[in-house]
C-alpha cells in the first residue's frame, strides 16, 4: 500500500469530522438568529400609507386629498414569520417558532405583553401558540417547490391559520372570562380585520425575499 493510498481515507474522516462539527454550529447561529428575528418584529412596529378608493366616492360626495390616504399601524411578526419559513428548511423554521414559544411561557418575557406561564389566560395567545401549524404548514408548501403558486398558497394558509386559530382561542377565553359581545367584536377587529390582508400581502413579498436567502442559506451551509 503506497502513502497516498494510506493518507486518502484519514483526510477523508478528517473532512467528515469538521464537517459534523462545522452544521451543527451554523444551523444552531442560523436558529438563534431567526429566533432575534421573531422577538425584534414583536417590539418593532411601523405606519403603511397607501391610496384607497373612498367610500363617498360613489355617493358624489366631495372628498379632500386625505379622504384618499389609509393608514395602518402594521406590526410585522406574522410577516416575518413567514419569511423565515421561506429562508429556512423545515426543521430549522419549525424549531426557531417552538424555541420562541418556549422561551418566552417558561423563560422571558418575550411575548408583547409580557411572558410567562401566565400568559396562556391572555386574549391573544392563540395568535401565538398557531405560530406552530402554520410554520408546519407554510413549510410544506415550500419545501415541494418555491414555485409562485406554493409561495402563494404558503403566505395565504399560513396566514389564515394564525388568524383563524387565534380567534377561535380567543373565543375560549372569552367563555371562561365571561366577557361581553361587544369586546369580543373589538377585540376581533383590532387583532384581525383588516390585519389579516396586510399581512397577507407583506407574508407574501418576504416569502419572496426568503426564497433568495434560502439559496444563500444552502450554499453557504454546502
Known amino acids: 500500500m503506497t502513502q497516498q493510498e494510506v493518507l486518502i481515507p484519514k483526510m477523508k474522516r478528517i473532512d467528515k469530522k469538521q464537517n459534523r462539527i462545522k452544521l451543527p454550529f451554523f444551523s444552531v447561529l442560523i436558529v ?3 429566533l432575534l428575528l ?6 418593532v412596529g411601523f405606519e403603511l400609507k397607501h391610496y384607497i378608493v373612498p367610500a363617498g366616492f360613489w355617493s358624489g360626495k366631495v372628498l379632500s386629498q386625505e379622504d384618499y390616504i389609509v393608514s395602518f399601524y402594521v406590526i410585522p411578526q406574522i410577516p416575518v414569520l413567514m419569511f ?3 429562508a429556512l428548511e423545515k426543521k430549522m423554521a419549525v424549531f426557531s417558532v417552538v424555541l420562541y414559544l418556549i422561551l418566552g411561557i417558561f423563560f422571558a418575557p418575550l411575548f408583547a405583553l409580557g411572558g410567562g406561564f401566565s400568559y396562556i389566560s391572555e386574549y391573544s395567545f392563540g395568535y401565538l401558540l ?3 401549524p402554520a410554520a408546519l404548514i407554510a413549510t410544506s408548501f415550500l419545501c415541494r417547490r418555491r414555485s409562485f403558486l406554493n409561495m402563494f398558497l404558503a403566505a395565504l394558509c399560513g396566514v389564515l391559520i394564525i388568524h383563524v386559530l387565534g380567534f377561535l382561542y380567543m373565543l375560549l377565553i372569552v367563555l371562561f372570562k365571561h366577557d361581553g359581545g361587544s369586546f369580543i367584536s373589538g377585540w376581533i377587529t383590532y387583532q384581525s380585520g383588516m390585519k389579516i390582508l396586510y399581512d397577507f400581502v407583506l407574508s407574501f413579498v418576504l416569502i419572496l425575499i426568503g426564497k433568495y436567502v434560502n439559496y444563500a442559506v444552502k450554499f453557504i451551509s454546502d
Open 32 to 34: 438563534l438568529c431567526a
Open 130 to 132: 398557531a405560530y406552530f
Open 84 to 86: 423565515i419559513c421561506s
Open 38 to 43: 421573531i422577538i425584534a418584529s414583536t417590539f
